[in-house]
């Protein structure tokens, strides 16, 4: 199981360029109905992730005050809170080398909620499809138990 490469586990997950308007980045939204973007540099490496759920206290705020987001700034320049940084992992990678990120991630106490996978030359492929990979673990397990009784 541990050498199951993790591009089996990848989700197409739409990719924004960070030199893209934020009126670009809720067209992709409503275009893709997905609920993040993955914001990727020139080279498509990817730089963060922007959730649409973080977008609405800016719209909800702006209308409030009768004020206006600058739809036409850049999202390099957004406010850099609402750009999630986003861990990179080959896709090439198994899910022993996987489990060595976690590993790291927790010992410096990082919670990633979403990982790119990237293919050799770092340019974003999709996200690891978390949900899939889990599935696939309890079923490997169970099926492994199941060995184990018979």
Known sequence: MLQYPLYEFI???P???????????LDIFVKEQSDRLVIVNSQQRPIGVLYSAQLLPQFLAADANNNLLNLQQPLSQVDKSLIEAIQTI???ANLEKFSLVLKHQESQQQSNLDWA????????LGILNTLRLLTFCLLYTS????????
Do not use: F, H, I, R
């Open 15 to 25: 990719m924004c360029w960070e030199t893209n308007t934020l009126a670009a980045a």
């Open 117 to 124: 996978l990237v293919d050799s030359d770092g340019k974003y």
């Open 143 to 150: 099926d492994a138990a199941d060995e184990e009784d018979s």
């Open 90 to 92: 080959p896709a090439a």
């Open 11 to 13: 989700a197409p997950v």
